[in-house]
């Protein structure tokens, strides 16, 4: 039965979601319009331009395996509520300190690692709430809407932010950008998803070992869509018993033992 278009968005919840994740990442861009214009205009500093990156992504770098550990044992909505309480928080502190005038450099650098650590408490809990959203059937899919969000929201962001910077000010067009935020925290308070049992304590950074070794390994596994024809030995290295149809329905072939063979591809295209 062949799938259908944008699948996921026929669930109701998920069209909530989709929207509010989209909304929300359009205002995290629009905060880094209007604050790194203001940091600039106030400070030209290449080294205070230079940490606003820094304070950006390496929370993401340090801390998100311990973020999606936390989401795994508690309620991953009001994990992305706390996440968008700190960019809530961040708008303003920035929109009170311009307009008081008393931004000073250790202000903005404060608020930007705030800003930081903010997106990493947001973005492993948004990832998992979509599979309690919907299932297993329509996850593709809906994985896919969600970066398509994500990417909608980073373009519209800059754009947007210019017309509220121009049209209200810095100081009133960061306070206003709070508001776009509020979307996704109302739904997340009464939405039904997000419930589970406590996960195992995580052992952090010691968890990705295994993995990469397993993706770096030789007899790495491997799943590729393919039709049922080439469910064949004939395209493993590793005995017959290995390469077997998965059970998902008449999509798979998986080979657990290792990946094709040079010389078992050029057997293929011989016979």
């Known amino acids: ?16 979601y989709f929207i509010g994740s989209a909304l929300a990442m359009m205002a995290d861009s629009i905060e880094h319009v209007i604050s790194y214009w203001i940091i600039f205009q106030k400070f030209h500093s290449p080294a205070l331009g230079g940490f606003a990156v820094l304070s ?17 044992r508690l309620d991953p909505r009001r994990i992305i509520q706390l996440g968008m309480l700190l960019f ?12 008081t005038g ?27 709430l979509i599979h309690d959203i919907v299932g297993e059937k329509h996850l593709h899919s809906a994985i896919r809407l969600i970066a398509t969000g994500r990417y909608l929201g980073l373009l519209l962001g800059p754009a947007v932010g210019g017309l509220i910077l121009l ?25 039904p998803y997000g419930g589970r049992k406590p996960a195992p304590a995580s052992r952090g950074f010691a968890e990705l070992l295994p993995m990469i070794r397993a993706a770096i390994s030789p007899t790495a596994c491997c799943s590729r ?5 080439l469910w064949s030995p004939a395209w493993c290295s590793r005995p017959a018993a290995c390469c077997r149809p998965t059970r998902a329905p008449h999509s798979c072939w998986r080979c657990c033992g290792a990946l094709p063979s040079a010389a078992s591809r050029r057997q293929r295209r011989i016979r």
């Open 1 to 16: 039965m062949p799938q259908q278009s944008f699948a996921a968005l026929r669930h109701p919840g998920y069209r909530a």
């Open 56 to 72: 950006h992504w390496l929370p993401f770098l340090f801390f998100s395996v311990y973020s999606g550990a936390l989401a795994d």
């Open 88 to 99: 809530m928080a961040a708008s303003l502190g920035w929109g009170l300190l311009f307009l």
């Open 102 to 128: 008393s931004l000073e450099m250790w202000h903005a650098a404060a608020l930007l690692v705030v800003h930081g650590f903010a997106g990493v408490l947001w973005a492993p809990a948004a990832q998992l």
């Open 167 to 191: 049209a209200m000010g810095p100081a009133r067009g960061i306070l206003f950008n709070m508001l776009i935020y509020l979307p996704l925290i109302l739904w997340l308070w009464k939405a």
């Open 225 to 229: 869509p393919t039709p049922p024809a």
